[in-house]
């Protein structure tokens, strides 16, 4: 009995040394990099630092720099979503615009030395700007519509986005979240 016993533990820790060397495999190596694309499925797919082809705009191709990548890479925000699920839809479509989504609002601390750059550039404002709000309805000028014009409206739309301080956001939240 104990020579079975013997062999399981045996065989546990040889399956553990396994999974250390292929753990230690997929870590991205230094120059190691892989290509932009639609070939990226999963977020383990990002295994190495991703470069885009020449004339990629977007701003996760401008901001993210191999230092940044090495970084982050592995790393989870306070949701749990990882830094390669936040960039994988910029890494898959080369044609994004911006390319880099924050699994909740802690991304944008635990991840700043990339969502910061893309923050100024995309908004105009810095880490240390003030969003100013003014809701007082009475300030707004708007004298009604004559005739003529509210015949040419066909539709108009105000989008406001909120979500919720203990819900990830778009790329880390679950169908059980969303329901």
Request: proline content about 5%; charged content about 25%; glycine content about 8%.
């Amino acid at each position: 009995m104990t020579s079975l016993v013997q062999d399981m533990y045996d065989g546990v820790k040889a399956m553990i040394k396994k999974e250390k060397e292929l753990a230690e495999q997929n870590k991205p190596k230094p120059g190691v990099s892989i290509a932009a694309g639609p070939h990226l499925k999963t977020p383990a797919d990002i295994s190495g630092f991703v470069e885009f082809p020449v004339g990629t705009t977007s701003l996760l191709s401008k901001y993210l720099t191999k230092e940044t990548f090495d970084k982050y890479y592995q790393q989870k925000d306070a949701a749990g979503v990882s830094f390669e699920q936040m960039i994988l839809s910029g890494a898959q479509n080369i044609d994004s615009g911006i390319g880099v989504y924050a699994g909740c609002t802690d991304s944008y601390y635990a991840f700043g030395d990339l969502f910061d750059k893309v923050i100024e550039d995309y908004h105009g404002h810095n880490k240390l700007d003030k969003h100013v709000s003014n809701m007082d309805f009475k300030q707004l000028k708007c004298p009604p519509f004559t005739d003529e014009e509210a015949s040419m409206i066909v539709s108009t739309r105000i989008r406001v986005g909120r979500n919720l301080e203990d819900f990830p956001l778009g790329p880390g939240i679950t169908k059980e979240q969303r329901d």
